[in-house]
């Protein structure tokens, strides 16, 4: 995708209004799909990613004194693999508190795409949690993976 394709798109705070559209988004998406309560309680660290006046993408992203943590973030389907999942990653990046250094999350081994995404910005496997996921079929690795931000390394 163009940069300039992504001027057709904002992000901003997520709202009880927009908690609809996010779960849809969720349960499209997600294998195991967080409930309305999840997203309700985690309106304070969510954000919206909205295009053509609809909400396409969202992210949950946790801080606690320099760390911070992706705890979900989806793309909707139907607007997958046009840059938005890096669109949505560079924001979370770039509007982190400027305390923190460094940024986490966890990943199904399964989800090359995101893996992929997460590598090409920086991110590093840092760890894993055997059998962390359910599956239709049993249980799936969680891969960690962490990167640096900020500029404390000076």
């Known amino acids: 995708m163009n940069p300039a394709d992504h001027q057709q798109y904002s992000i901003r705070g997520m709202e009880i209004a927009d908690l609809n559209q996010v779960v ?12 309305l309560k999840q ?12 295009g053509a006046g609809k909400i396409i993408g969202f992210s949950v ?3 606690i004194l320099n760390e911070a943590e992706i705890h ?6 139907d607007h997958q693999g046009l840059g938005l999942g890096s669109l949505m990653l560079e924001h979370v990046i ?3 508190p400027a305390a923190t250094t460094q940024l986490h999350l966890e ?3 399964s989800n090359f795409r995101a893996i992929r995404l997460y590598l090409q910005n920086g991110f590093i496997q840092v760890g894993e949690r ?12 969680a891969l960690l993976m962490s ?8």
Do not use: M
């Open 94 to 96: 770039t509007h982190l």
């Open 72 to 77: 979900n973030v989806a793309v909707h389907s």
């Open 61 to 63: 992203v946790a801080s």
């Open 130 to 141: 055997r059998d962390y996921y359910k599956t239709e079929y049993g249980r799936e690795d």
């Open 147 to 154: 990167r640096s931000v900020g500029t404390d390394s000076e």
């Open 24 to 35: 849809a988004i969720e349960q499209r998406c997600s294998q195991s799909p967080w409930s």
């Open 107 to 109: 990943v199904r081994a």
């Open 39 to 50: 997203f309700q309680q985690s309106l304070d660290d969510s954000e919206v990613l909205v």
